[in-house]
Every structure is written in C-alpha cells, then in structure tokens.
C-alpha cells in the first residue's frame, strides 16, 4: 500500500519536473546566448517555474504566460512574486482567469519601525 502511494505520487509529480528540467535547459542555455534582460524580479522562467511547481502544469503554465506578457517594453516591471492561493473565479475551462494579465504582485511595504 505505502509502495503504491509513492508510485502514484512519483507519476503525479512527473509533469511537473519535466517541465522544471525544460525551464532549466532553457536558463542554461538560451537565455544564457539571448542575456538576462527581465524587466521583472524575479526573472520571468525562474516565476513560471515556481507558479508551475506550486499550482501545476495547467494552471502554473498559464500564470507564467501571463506573466511573459507583461514583460514587454510597455508593460510592467519590479519584484513580482508568485501569488500564494488561486483567483477566486478561476476555472480549467476559462485558463486565461489563471494569470494576471495587469500589474504586479509586489510583497506589502514594510512597517515602519517605532
């Protein structure tokens, strides 16, 4: 029984690390003969990989498409984090809900020390 879980869990995890192995490829090499020039922090293939490792590769693969979109000349740019939890309108069948296509996900400002 505890082998089976774990066999379940390995084929369960297997898109996820081919797709981080890709995402890696790619920070090895193309993006190593292209420059890191990411308007972003952090840079947009180290965010898909995270929101894909979190969310999966349906889901995660969306929030990191829309965030390649925003990193355009016109579009946004700063520290952009991962989001911890979904949207709540969200749904497999309308995948563009994933991402945020405006703005930036920046961590809240810091208190100011009394």
């Known amino acids: 029984m505890a082998s089976d879980r774990a066999l379940s869990r390995l084929f369960a995890q297997a898109p996820r690390r081919g797709v981080h192995w890709l995402i890696r490829g790619y920070q090895l090499s193309f993006s190593m003969l292209i420059g890191r020039q990411c308007r972003h922090w952090p840079s947009c293939s180290t965010y898909t990989d995270e929101a894909?490792?979190?969310?999966g590769v349906w889901r995660g693969g969306w929030i990191g498409f829309a965030r390649i979109?925003?990193?355009?000349p016109l579009g946004t740019s700063g520290i952009d984090l991962v989001c911890?939890?979904?949207?709540?309108?969200?749904?497999?069948?309308?995948?563009?809900?994933y991402g945020r296509w405006r703005g930036v996900?920046?961590?809240?400002?810091?208190?100011?020390?009394t």
């Open 84 to 97: 911890e939890e979904l949207p709540p309108d969200c749904a497999w069948y309308r995948p563009w809900s």
């Open 52 to 55: 894909v490792q979190r969310f």
């Open 105 to 113: 996900n920046a961590p809240p400002p810091l208190e100011p020390e």
């Open 69 to 72: 979109c925003r990193c355009t």
